[in-house]
């Protein structure tokens, strides 16, 4: 099966809180793609973040940062501080590279609300 | 500016009534892609197209069509609509889905059947 899994649905912290929003994934292929979109109240689909299968290194962008895992398909990420500003539903995906569609596969979303 | 654009991005219709949710890219992308959005499910593609009149179904295609006669323009149609196709919809577009890059997503359209 290829699929991902955000088994978290709803996140509710304070401000300036530390949040990790939770990935885990499944694909039968070594080379694959991951990625993450926030989903602000507006609704539009905002790209943050894409990390290939061949490379575990853990990224760092301002207050975000991602951990993945090969050992245990997991790929998740981190708000460092968080603010109201970071409230959304964040989306984990993959793409495994067999598919030849282009096809995202989404995990449900992950409801971030961030209170002041 | 670099952009996928939807229209309409809200519309609410009836039972039957066909209708079509226009997408274009100025990006001389060569994929392009419908995902629909609903509670619970995430998004779930509908159609996609490797390339001027290349389509191919996706997970959920039952109920729409789609055209790809340029480039840029990628129209989602919904020859009858039903109350179970109420969602949200998005239209999304990258260089080469061999090569998966960034999929560049429109701001998506409301629809409600009622």
């Known amino acids: 099966a290829q699929k991902v899994t955000q088994a978290q649905t709803e996140i509710s912290v304070v401000e300036k809180e530390d949040v990790t929003l939770d990935c885990v994934y499944e694909?039968?292929?070594?080379?694959?793609?991951l990625f993450w979109y926030k989903q602000p109240p507006s609704g539009e689909l905002v790209f943050l973040i894409r990390r290939n299968s061949f490379d575990e290194q853990n990224e760092i962008s301002g207050r975000y940062s991602w951990n993945f895992q090969k050992s245990t398909s997991s790929f998740n990420f981190t708000i460092t501080a968080s603010q109201v500003v970071d409230s959304a539903v964040y989306f984990c995906?993959?793409?495994?590279?067999?598919?030849?569609?282009?096809?995202?596969?989404f995990g449900q979303g992950t409801t971030l609300q961030v209170k002041p | 500016e670099a952009q996928v654009t939807q229209n309409p991005r809200y519309l609410i219709t009836v039972t039957g009534k066909k209708l079509t949710v226009t997408c274009s890219q100025n990006?001389?992308?060569?994929?392009m892609s419908w995902y629909r959005q609903d509670p619970g499910l995430g998004l779930r593609q509908i159609y996609y197209?490797?390339?001027?009149?290349?389509?191919d179904k996706g997970d959920v295609p039952e109920g729409y069509k789609v055209s790809r006669k340029e480039k840029r323009n990628f129209p989602l149609i919904l020859e009858s609509p039903s109350p179970n196709q109420t969602s949200l919809y998005f239209c999304?577009?990258?260089?080469?889905?061999?090569?998966?890059?960034?999929?560049?997503f429109g701001e998506g359209s409301r629809l409600t059947v009622l």
């Open positions: 197209s490797m390339n001027v009149e290349v389509t």
């Open positions: 999304a577009s990258s260089w080469n889905p061999t090569l998966p890059g960034e999929l560049f």
């Open positions: 694909t039968r292929d070594t080379t694959y793609y």
């Open positions: 995906a993959l793409i495994p590279v067999s598919s030849n569609t282009g096809k995202l596969i």
């Open positions: 990006m001389n992308h060569e994929y």
